[in-house]
Nanobody, 120 residues
Framework: VQVVESGGGLVQEGGSLRLSCTASGLSFADVNMGWFRQAPGKEREGVSCITWTGGNTCYTDSVKGRFTISRDNAKRTLYLQMNSLKSEDTAMYYC??????????????WGQGTQVTVSS
């Protein structure tokens, strides 16, 4: 199984980025997916999740109304649209497959991460 994130970068506060994640070697359309992040010196936290059908999503409180998770099962791709970015969103963002909601320990497969840096 290979999980690969892309789309990170440097952006000013108030700006937007869209992260993408592709997963191969598993039945993408049959697994729940999640986005997690980890800032320097902090624990990893769950950001957003989506069920295998895309019918249900979840968000941590700090990103509600700013981030949108979506998936395209035909393209085996997960997305995270991030708007109104804040400096506190700066972190390494990880895509994970096969778990439940924002319980990181339930996710079996992880990508290497993509860095998001928001400058103030």
């Amino acid at each position: 199984v290979q999980v690969v994130e892309s789309g990170g970068g440097l952006v000013q506060e108030g700006g937007s980025l869209r992260l993408s994640c592709t997963a191969s070697g598993l039945s993408f359309a049959d697994v729940n997916m999640g986005w997690f992040r980890q800032a320097p010196g902090k624990e990893r936290e769950g950001v957003s999740c989506i069920t295998w059908t895309g019918g249900n999503t979840c968000y941590t409180d700090s990103v509600k109304g700013r981030f949108t998770i979506s998936r395209d099962n035909a393209k085996r791709t997960l997305y995270l649209q991030m708007n109104s970015l804040k400096s506190e969103d700066t972190a390494m963002y990880y895509c994970a497959a096969g778990g439940s909601e924002l319980a990181s320990k339930t996710y079996a497969y992880w990508g290497q991460g993509t860095q998001v840096t928001v400058s103030s």
